[in-house]
DNA sequence: CATTTCTCTTGATCCATATCAACTGCATTT
DNA sequence: AAATGCAGTTGATATGGATCAAGAGAAATG
């Protein structure tokens, strides 16, 4: 369990944590298992997890006032889950996080999430890393939603993020891209025919 | 010129720079002068600097292949603007920077910036939480484009950048949003309307 | 200060995608 | 294995915003 978190930090700094650091790291998350459907996040209530996904698949969404889902982020393995701005301001979130598979957790919380920053600097570097990460990926989703069709955003999806496209069941996908499942159901026709 | 800077990272960190740690800060950075429509950076050039805007206004924004621009961001005092991916990665850049207005900028550079960030714990602190703003702000940009009608999206950017408004010319404001600059100024003319 | 060039507005038309509706088959529950 | 429900497909129709076009102000330029 631990050991796919250590790979990955590894991974992502290019560097390999001592054995001295990664204890700290050990102490700050503990194990969450969740069953298909069942919650990490409520909406309305203060997020408590930071999250690293071991196994299985989860979903970030929030629900507009005419009670339709809109899905804001997927996670899977090596891929982190959590209202940053909730869990960091300590207020309510717009979102629910709920599990698409059975999953397999490794979380955190706020404080001892800060502990961990002045502990482990390979911790400090992977997090500034995945920011950055984060922050570029976000700059070219907002770009996509702006300049691309239906059929360029799935191809687009295709290219980025292949994994989800197995993963998750079309109409998932079609409200991460901002589609309706009617409209996602005939680019992917056209993509295919090609 | 300077003291702008200071009192801006004195804000967000909600704490007190001491003297000898400014220096630091102040050596990093150099006065920048754009008059209206010169470049702080070409698309396809690699991003050299990282900007604090003391006074003036730019704007952010690529080039499609049928030649449209669009505008990905602005930024006007106290704002920051760069290619992160760019000058992290030391790529070439997708977009340009121009000055909308003459404007005065402290820049910084890549080397300097890493060398400033464990010279300063309160530059280190500011950018961490300049990633945070940003990263949430991204988020609530991604949903506003799925989400959010045209007349939605202009009350949003009311909402949120009012300065905007003021500032840059109604075509560009329709570019950020992602509308045609018809459609912005018919909804402007509803929103006003009431 | 005259001229050229943008910016903004308004109207007419068009098109990509949403919406509504019906049907199929796969999966989950009983 | 029957019953229920949900995911996906396909077709018909509606619509929000784009595109095309023309004109009026405002601002930059010589």
Same mark, same amino acid.
């Given at each position: 369990?631990?050991?796919?978190?250590?790979?990955?930090?590894?991974?992502?700094?290019?560097?390999?944590?001592? %054995?001295?650091?990664?204890?700290?790291?050990?102490?700050?998350?503990?194990?969450?298992?969740?069953?298909?459907?069942?919650?990490?996040?409520?909406?309305?209530?203060?997020?408590?997890?930071?999250?690293?996904?071991?196994?299985?698949?989860?979903?970030?969404?929030?629900?507009?006032?005419?009670?339709?889902?809109?899905?804001?982020?997927?996670?899977?393995?090596?891929?982190?889950?959590?209202?940053?701005?909730?869990?960091?301001?300590?207020?309510?979130?717009?979102? =629910?996080? %709920?599990?698409?598979?059975?999953?397999?957790?490794?979380?955190?919380?706020? %404080?001892?999430?800060?502990?961990?920053?002045?502990?482990?600097?390979?911790?400090?570097?992977?997090?500034?890393?995945? %920011?950055? =990460?984060?922050?570029?990926?976000?700059?070219?989703?907002?770009?996509?939603?702006?300049?691309?069709?239906?059929?360029?955003?799935?191809?687009?999806?295709?290219?980025?993020? $292949?994994?989800?496209?197995?993963?998750? $069941?079309?109409?998932?996908?079609?409200?991460?891209?901002?589609?309706?499942?009617?409209?996602?159901?005939?680019?992917?026709?056209?993509?295919?025919?090609?």
């Amino acid at each position: 369990m631990y050991d796919k978190l250590r790979k990955y930090i590894d991974r992502v700094t290019s560097a390999v944590i001592p %054995d001295e650091e990664f204890v700290f790291i050990e102490k700050a998350f503990e194990v969450k298992r969740l069953r298909k459907r069942q919650f990490l996040l409520h909406q309305d209530t203060v997020c408590r997890y930071m999250a690293f996904v071991v196994t299985g698949a989860l979903r970030q969404y929030s629900i507009d006032d005419d009670g339709f889902e809109h899905i804001a982020n997927f996670a899977i393995e090596d891929w982190w889950i959590s209202d940053r701005s909730s869990l960091i301001g300590q207020t309510p979130s717009r979102y =629910n996080i %709920d599990a698409v598979e059975d999953s397999e957790l490794l979380v955190t919380t706020l %404080d001892k999430l800060n502990i961990l920053k002045e502990q482990s600097l390979s911790f400090l570097k992977m997090a500034h890393i995945l %920011d950055q =990460n984060h922050s570029i990926a976000a700059q070219k989703r907002i770009e996509a939603g702006i300049t691309m069709t239906a059929e360029e955003k799935y191809r687009y999806l295709m290219a980025a993020n $292949p994994e989800f496209i197995q993963r998750f $069941p079309q109409n998932m996908l079609a409200s991460y891209l901002g589609l309706t499942p009617e409209t996602m159901s005939r680019v992917r026709k056209q993509v295919l025919a090609r």
